[in-house]
């Protein structure tokens, strides 16, 4: 075989190389657990709608270079009911998207009963917030997302996180975080904090070092030096020091959050990886109710280490 030849078969070589990593680039791929989804809308015809099937109660979807539309159906494989604690079968569960802050190029529909309704828009609208529906046992809600024309898509990026939790309240169409809504804001009864330590994503016993305010989310941000970390999901409270934790929590801004003396018994929710404040009662008086729900033999669970 002359030089020629060889160099024509090599470059040959490299150029199916080259097609095949494009081909796998552009390819869509579930992740392991089919929790998230990435593909590109290089793959995709204009007019095509392809389908996607969510098997989790939290995940992502990045969609590259957005062309056609995806129908993104969230259907996770635990029963709606083990989704949030002490939750009725009957109960509507609350799902909410969280935009990457460089979403572009696509809109995000919710779809329902052949309706759709706006959640996210593209980059030329307002600002990206979470956003929050809700859905029945049995449901199977999708989200659309259509990708929106633009000359140049090289640096558009449709991403989004999402979750599912049986444990809020959402309101019976689109809103705005559920976290932030009124009943946020109102002191938990006894049977709420016994309820709220068995079943909170954090148990935490700490002092509160300030108050800042995170304006994007309009809330308050709480700085707590722990003491004591009963339950925590996730890296929330990690060390800052010898024998020291420390961490932030966030409250709806409405609810008026200061600085305070005292060791308090913080509990919450893990909402898109930031802790949010549910019932928090000065030590002390969770003590008391605490020793009294023991004696009459009416607590549902007992802290770690009690």
């Not at 040959?12 to 989804?37: K, P, V």
């Not at 898509?153 to 979750?163: D, H, K, L, N, T």
């Not at 010898?242 to 909402?271: D, K």
Request: proline letters at 6%; one cysteine or more.
């Amino acid at each position: 075989m002359s030089l020629r030849a060889v160099m024509e078969v090599s470059d040959f070589r490299n150029f199916a190389l080259w097609i095949s990593f494009l081909t796998g680039f552009t390819m869509a791929n579930y992740s392991e657990d089919q929790c998230s989804w990435r593909g590109s809308g290089l793959s995709q015809a204009v007019k095509n709608v392809e389908q996607v099937w969510l098997r989790c109660a939290e995940g992502s979807v990045e969609w590259l270079y957005p062309v056609g539309a995806l129908r993104l159906t969230l259907s996770p494989r635990l029963p709606w009911r083990a989704m949030g604690p002490g939750e009725s079968s009957r109960s509507p569960v609350s799902a909410c998207v969280k935009p990457d802050q460089h979403w572009g190029g696509a809109q995000l529909y919710l779809e329902r009963d052949g309706v759709l309704e706006l959640l996210v828009g593209d980059e030329t609208s307002s600002p990206a917030r979470v956003r929050c529906f809700s859905a029945m046992p049995g449901e199977r809600p999708a989200l659309f997302l259509q990708a929106t024309p633009h000359q140049d898509i090289s640096r558009r990026i449709a991403a989004f996180r999402y979750e599912l939790r049986g444990d809020w309240t959402a309101q019976p169409s689109v809103n705005t975080d559920p976290i932030g809504s009124e009943g946020a804001c109102r002191p938990c009864n006894n049977t709420e904090i016994l309820m709220a330590v068995c079943t909170s994503d954090f148990v935490v016993r700490g002092n509160i070092r300030s108050v800042d305010t995170d304006s994007n989310l309009k809330a308050a941000v709480i700085k707590v030096s722990a003491t004591r970390v009963y339950r925590q999901k996730f890296a929330l409270f990690p060390e800052s020091g010898r024998l020291t934790r420390s961490g932030e929590i966030r409250t709806p801004l409405q609810c008026g959050v200061r600085p305070g003396a005292g060791s308090f018994l913080f509990t919450g929710r893990v909402h898109f990886g930031e802790a949010w404040l549910g019932c928090a009662p000065r030590y002390k008086d969770f003590l008391k109710v605490y020793e009294q729900a023991k004696q009459s033999l009416m607590i549902p669970c007992t802290l770690v280490n009690d």
